[in-house]
């Protein structure tokens, strides 16, 4: 599956099987304000391109474990986190047009998870990067 953003300044090509994607909504400042919506498939891998290196920023929240990365123009598109060598990554399907998909209706809180709780929840539920 090829997915952009609006302008096509990043792009991704996610080698995931077609299904019925629900997204998660995560409840911190950042990404409330974003009004991001996260989907990915732990079964799945995807890479991604850069058109514009200028308009792509790379921000990092709280633990500084995950790195957001953002088209100026159009916003978070998705995020990854390196854990024990390997990327893993989760789309913001909003940003990244993704159609289609349902929006799970409890907002995540993530702010009690220690790093590791974290860290090993990601492993366990977003796509390897490659």
Not at 86 to 102: C, F, R, S
């Amino acid at each position: 599956m090829k997915l952009s953003c609006g302008c096509k300044n990043i792009q991704i090509d996610w080698d995931v099987k077609p299904q019925d994607f629900i997204a998660r909504s995560c409840g911190c400042d950042y990404c409330g304000e974003n009004a991001a919506e996260y989907v990915s498939d732990s079964s799945s891998s995807f890479s991604f391109k850069v058109k514009n290196p200028s308009d792509h920023l790379v921000i990092q929240h709280g633990h500084k474990t995950a790195d957001f990365h953002e088209c100026k123009n159009c916003g978070a598109a998705f995020v990854s986190c390196e854990i024990d060598g390997d990327l893993y990554g989760v789309i913001n399907a909003k940003v990244m047009g993704l159609n289609d998909y349902a929006i799970d209706s409890v907002l995540k809180d993530y702010s009690t998870e220690t790093i590791s709780m974290r860290l090993e929840r990601r492993k366990k539920n977003w796509c390897k990067l490659y």
